[in-house]
T-cell receptor, first 110, second 112 residues
Framework: KNEVEQSPQNLTAQEGEFITINCSYS?????LHWLQQHPGGGIVSLFM?????KKHGRLIATINIQEKHSSLHITASHPRDSAVYIC????????????WGAGTKLIIKP | DAGVIQSPRHEVTEMGQEVTLRCKLI?????LFWYRQTMMRGLELLIY????????DSGMPEDRFSAKMPNASFSTLKIQPSEPRDSAVYFC??????????FGPGTRLLVL
């Protein structure tokens, strides 16, 4: 069993739909990261969180430490949101090591 | 700030040749990460520097790979000799200590 699991692996939705991507982990963490990788290959850090919720524009990330679960939500999705979304966790006993999820490939159709 | 800068963006070389990848950190950042991304293995941490010092190089595949930070803002990753299995996208990322990592655009390496 992977230490960081994302679901779904692939998601196709229509423009305007509310999107949820999930991340579950089985290790003790210091923080959880959500990143976005566009078809062109660039990787952008979206959020780094260790508790509660963060919001940036149409993106919302939540984390439940007790349940070891995080969600990334996209409201009013748009074709430009099409990308791979990656969850990564920073280990509690390491200040730099990240364990990466396999990513969720999101396609938003116009 | 221009963000993390990597060069070259694309590199095609023949097996056995030396390859040097370059990375310029964001000003003020003191942590530097080199990653390799392949379809089969996803993102793998190759080496981590903090304040110019290599802290963890356990991800460096073998002696053919070496990385340096000659100064606080610049790093190189060298592969000598290169092999076809080294073909991948190589990313560097920088951060302020252990904060959010900012990724460069990556170098797509193809070894024939």
């Amino acid at each position: 069993k992977n230490e960081v699991e994302q679901s779904p692996q692939n998601l196709t939705a229509q423009e305007g739909e509310f999107i949820t991507i999930n991340c579950s982990y089985s290790v003790g963490i210091s923080a959880l990261h959500w990143l976005q990788q566009h078809p062109g290959g660039g990787i952008v850090s979206l959020f780094m969180l260790s508790s509660g919720k963060k919001k940036h524009g149409r993106l919302i990330a939540t984390i439940n430490i007790q349940e070891k679960h995080s969600s990334l939500h996209i409201t009013a999705s748009h074709p430009r949101d099409s990308a791979v979304y990656i969850c990564a966790v920073g280990l509690a006993d390491s200040n730099y090591q990240l364990i990466w999820g396999a990513g969720t490939k999101l396609i938003i159709k116009p | 700030d221009a963000g993390v800068i990597q060069s070259p963006r694309h590199e095609v070389t023949e097996m056995g040749q030396e390859v040097t990848l370059r990375c310029k950190l964001i000003s003020g950042h003191n942590s530097l990460f080199w990653y390799r991304q392949t379809m089969m293995r996803g993102l793998e941490l190759l080496i981590y520097f903090n304040n110019n010092v290599p802290i963890d190089d356990s991800g460096m595949p073998e002696d053919r790979f070496s990385a340096k930070m000659p100064n606080a803002s610049f790093s190189t990753l060298k592969i000598q000799p290169s092999e076809p299995r080294d073909s991948a996208v190589y990313f560097c990322a920088s951060s302020e200590n252990w904060g959010t990592q900012y990724f460069g655009p990556g170098t797509r390496l193809l070894v024939l």
